[in-house]
T-cell receptor, first 116, second 114 residues
Framework: AQKITQTQPGMFVQEKEAVTLDCTYD???????LFWYKQPSSGEMIFLIYQGSYDQQNATEGRYSLNFQKARKSANLVISASQLGDSAMYFCAMREGTGGGNKLTFGTGTQLKVEL | DAGVIQSPRHEVTEMGQEVTLRCKPISGHDYLFWYRQTMMRGLELLIYFNNNVPIDDSGMPEDRFSAKMPNASFSTLKIQPSEPRDSAVYFCASSQPGLNEKLFFGSGTQLSVL
């Protein structure tokens, strides 16, 4: 079974609008972490946001927020006020347990295109 | 800090040749990871080290792949002999648990095996 599922291979959004990128996860470990990374066409992996399984509040980082629904095992990324520079591939990832130095399992990614 | 440094950025080689990819993690990070990215398989973990010791190499595809970390500031991933199906982007990443809870990635090495 897939540990991280991203069901949207591609998404389009108009500039200045908000967009939600979906991510569901599967783990039986009570302690885990969820991450989102951005990969622009230049190829580097850029950390965006982190949510711990015990965190009471949804994580936010500037225009990025993580809609964490623990019972549904979902960790959707919300980007507000989209910009052209947000066009990129977005990966959801999970760390299980507290060891492993943040060994991450990645989803297949969602290609986001921001249009004028 | 300069971040995670990988070399070379691009490597083109012929089938059967030995390929060595290099990585310098961020100073002070105890963990080092090697990931491979392909269109078919996405991002997959090959191996990771803690304090220079390999902890989990279950993702290494076969015996042609080997990785070493002789000291805290240097790691190599070697493919011998290389095959066309090894063509991919290879990322090195490092982390220090408890410090912002994230992996820091290098720029990757684009490997093409002809």
């Amino acid at each position: 079974a897939q540990k991280i599922t991203q069901t949207q291979p591609g998404m389009f959004v108009q500039e200045k609008e908000a967009v939600t990128l979906d991510c569901t996860y599967d783990t039986s470990d009570p302690s885990y972490g969820l991450f989102w990374y951005k990969q622009p066409s230049s190829g580097e992996m850029i950390f965006l946001i982190y949510q711990g399984s015990y965190d009471q509040q949804n994580a936010t980082e500037g225009r990025y927020s993580l809609n964490f629904q623990k019972a549904r095992k979902s960790a959707n990324l919300v980007i507000s006020a989209s910009q052209l520079g947000d066009s990129a591939m977005y990966f959801c990832a999970m760390r299980e347990g507290t060891g492993g130095g943040n060994k991450l399992t990645f989803g297949t990614g969602t290609q986001l295109k921001v249009e004028l | 800090d300069a971040g995670v440094i990988q070399s070379p950025r691009h490597e083109v080689t012929e089938m059967g040749q030995e390929v060595t990819l290099r990585c310098k993690p961020i100073s002070g990070h105890d963990y080092l990871f090697w990931y491979r990215q392909t269109m078919m398989r996405g991002l997959e973990l090959l191996i990771y080290f803690n304090n220079n010791v390999p902890i989990d190499d279950s993702g290494m595809p076969e015996d042609r792949f080997s990785a070493k970390m002789p000291n805290a500031s240097f790691s190599t991933l070697k493919i011998q002999p290389s095959e066309p199906r090894d063509s991919a982007v290879y990322f090195c990443a490092s982390s220090q648990p408890g410090l912002n809870e994230k992996l820091f990635f290098g720029s990757g090495t684009q490997l093409s095996v002809l």
